[in-house]
């Protein structure tokens, strides 16, 4: 059964910064690539970023490129998503799913239950 827990979100005022975290159940980070996706209120949920499965490829959405790191601990069977110079438009509820490397929802099957990320102005 491939379980996934988010942590690490929080509040901090725009310019600051938050890591994420995504513990995944064992063996998900040899079968599965891993993306970070969020959903804001009266939004869709939208894919943030993603890393491959066999190797470090990593993706990210135009919003976020050059702000979000997208990192990965094959021992501690991790997935982090640092997150720096955040902005008020980035408040929403962040989600990691195991799926294909891509950043479309419905090619991920797993899904961790999210945690909040609120950005002040």
């Known amino acids: 059964q491939v379980q996934l827990v988010e942590s690490g979100g929080g509040s901090v005022q725009s310019g600051g910064s938050l890591r994420l975290s995504c513990v995944v159940s064992?063996?998900?980070?040899?079968?599965?690539?891993i993306g970070w996706f969020r959903q804001a209120p009266g939004k869709e949920r939208e894919g943030v970023s993603c890393i491959s499965s066999a190797d470090d490829n990593t993706y990210y959405a135009e919003a976020v490129k050059g702000r979000f790191t997208i990192t990965r601990d094959r021992a501690k069977n991790m997935v982090f998503l640092q997150m720096n110079n955040l902005k008020p438009e980035d408040t929403a509820v962040y989600y990691c799913?195991?799926?294909?490397?891509?950043?479309?929802?419905?090619?991920?099957?797993?899904w961790g239950r999210g945690t909040q990320v609120t950005v002040s102005s």
């Open positions: 799913a195991a799926g294909l490397f891509s950043l479309r929802r419905e090619q991920h099957s797993y």
């Open positions: 064992e063996f998900t980070l040899d079968y599965y690539a």
